[in-house]
């Protein structure tokens, strides 16, 4: 069997693009909603939750159904990191392809950011950095699709990442001797 038909990659990319057009459809459906999706602490993140279950059920698939109910951790790490690349790339494209065609979304992004920098309390400020929110003020009004596509990209894999280790531990089995 070849390296790239192995159910680590073929399981991984085929759940990480479902998981990446699910991920563009509720992005999309948070800001069709009235809630830009960009606005949304990291926390409270849909992502949380539609790569723990991808995550979850590739592995347990990969585990029960094609390894014997074995899976060992290093296992578990690259079948999410081949989910977590499809993901990334299906969900971002979309993403970037979508930007063409309503630039609404990236000008009510710089619009609510610049609103919600602003209105941060003095105490808020003031732990931050009157400086920082300035060159945060300041770098807004320049953003452009790209950098709100790496904000996804980057949110995504750091998401991702930690998903990834608790759930490789959670799900590994390995060979009782």
Do not use: C
């Not at 990659?9 to 999706?37: D, E, I, K, S, T």
């Not at 296992?75 to 989910?83: N, V």
């Amino acid at each position: 069997m070849s390296k790239w038909r192995s159910p680590w990659v073929v399981l991984g990319v085929r759940n990480g693009a479902l998981a990446g057009v699910l991920g563009f459809l509720l992005l999309m459906g948070l800001y069709w909603m009235g809630r830009h999706p960009y606005l949304i602490a990291l926390f409270f993140d849909f992502r949380l939750i539609l790569l723990g279950f991808f995550i979850y059920y590739t592995l347990r698939e990969i585990r029960d159904d094609h390894q014997e109910g074995i899976l060992y951790f290093w296992q578990g790490m690259i079948a999410t990191l081949f989910l977590t690349v499809a993901f990334v790339v299906v969900a971002s494209l979309l993403l970037y392809i979508y930007l063409f065609i309503d630039t609404d979304f990236l000008t009510e992004y710089i619009r609510l950011k610049i609103l919600e920098l602003k209105s941060f309390p003095p105490e808020i400020v003031e732990q931050l950095g009157k400086d920082t929110i300035d060159r945060n003020l300041e770098a807004l009004p320049d953003t452009n699709r790209a950098d709100l596509v790496l904000i996804y990209v980057r949110q995504s894999l750091v998401i991702s990442f930690f998903l990834s280790l608790i759930l490789s531990v959670v799900l590994r089995r390995q060979p009782k001797f």
